[in-house]
């Protein structure tokens, strides 16, 4: 219907593509608007798969732990280190991933009264383990070492700690090599030699992994019989912790994934994570905290102290039993956002500067800086991104070295493209997921890498795939567009990665009394003639081609591309449409 037409935006938009058969399955065992079935039908849900989507229990899946390679190891250590009241140290990441996963092991553990140490490391520390760490924990007498949401290619590191007389377990999520650090345990879903019974295990963030490694270790103590003597923990308690580092860590929420998600939020609006309750309360939420919440609010805030301030103020906020410290970590976090902010804008000007109006030999954004400042790299590298289409190299030229972030489109792989940089000997170190990926060079190997990653990405994907594009799920007419479609679309939540919010296009509509609300957003009813009107709302358009449309619309007739949602304003539910995108209806 819409091929080879682009939009206002100059985008290209694309249907999601779906079994028509078993999408009316769907609709005949679950009673549901067939524009939820299609929906569900594209994203690979079956009759058989529906409940587990609809209704996602830990219950139903969770695997045994022990699925995992070495799981059973490492739990057998971490048991023994709780029976006889050892000392610990985690490592963590300074990402929200790394704040929740070393937080839920820490309180985990000094449940049971275990003395726990954690090391965020600072930015120009570098990621994962380092010496600096090992010397800390040896100087406090700790040789029971935990990594969490690093430490998988940490190989020269952790080997010599090994070699140091240090006990190191690595619980990790990240890309693996062929071979793994000399430790006692490396519980990784993403090892080579894993045995893929459970797919979705490998889309699990590090909080996650971590969770499985508690219901194992758990277990292990019930089996020993210490629950007949010791008060056994709740884990669904740290839940809401699993929940937002795996939201902010951009994985798909799919299979397990979809299970933390639902049931943590549940559990966040408990109110019981003391430290997590005062940054939502000052963080200007005034209703109950959904995914957009975690990603775009809460998370920013627990970034910002690993990017421009202290690295270990968000571990010590979720971990934290007093009101006082759990107030003075927020408005520290809150402070360190707004610096983030003024950074990420001058960077990202700069980065603009290097790029507009200058012909480019590879179709790849790439940049790079003196005085950028490293924590927002990879936030400029996803705004480069999303501005062109292409994927975006952002670095950060220091003294000693040079620190990258990078952002994917679909059809390339990151962690593989860094991965293989690094065994050319190009970058000194690096990893990452297929979308997102960090890396480290000398300076002199610039050009070296910017050839590699042009020629590589020139390989990888063809032109069409650099025409931007913009799917959606369903069409409606404004009638077919009610209240009653938003309330049932709600059962596909909670969204995120590998489940976007679904985008229907509306058709042939006009547009009635637009008006400039707020900072730029654009306000308006779009009609079909005969006395059907729908609320709409465009953001941040006023400038553009979009905004220019619906406010100069006159008679025109367009098709209107966007999210439905219910609006509670007031406690009133009307229905709204999210304007994304608009095209010119093709009879016009």
Known sequence: MFDNVLSLSQRKWVCEKTDENQAELLVQKLGLPYAVCRIMAARGINDETAQN?????????????????????????????????QDVGIIGDYDVDGATSSAILKMFLEFFGVKVFVHIPERDEGYGPSRKAFDEFEAMGVKNVFTTDCGTTAFEILDEAQERGFKIAVIDHHEAESRLPKVLAVVNPKRIDEENDYPYLKYLAAVGVVFLVLVSVNRELRNRGLYEKHQAPDLKNFLDLVALGTVCDVVPLVGLNRAYVKQGLKVISNRSNLGLTTLIDNSGINQRPNVYHLGYVLGPRINAGGRVGDSSIGNKLLCTKSPSEALDFTQKLNGFNVERKDIEAHVLSE?????EGKPQEYPIAFVYGKTWHQGVIGIVAGKLKE?????????????????????SIGGLDLGALVMTAKEKGILTKGGGHVMAAGFSLNEDRIEDFRR?????????LSEESLVPTLSFDAVLSLDGANLDLAEKLDILAPYGAGNPEPKVVIENVRIAKPSIVGEGHVRCLLSNGRGTFVKAICFKCADNEIGNALLNSKDLRFD????????????NKNLQLTIEDMMRCSNE
């Open 53 to 85: 989507f609809i209704d996602p229990k830990l219950q139903n899946l969770m695997p045994n732990p022990s699925c995992l390679k070495d799981m059973d190891k490492l739990t057998a250590f971490l048991a023994d280190i709780i029976e006889q009241g």
């Open 387 to 407: 501005r062109y289409n292409l994927p975006s190299f952002v670095m950060s030229v220091e003294d000693d070295e040079v620190k990258g972030s990078a952002r």
């Open 452 to 460: 590699f990653v042009g020629e590589y990405v020139k390989e990888k």
């Open 351 to 355: 980065a603009l500067e290097q790029l």
């Open 560 to 571: 209107v591309l966007g999210t439905l949602r219910v609006d509670t304003f007031m406690n």
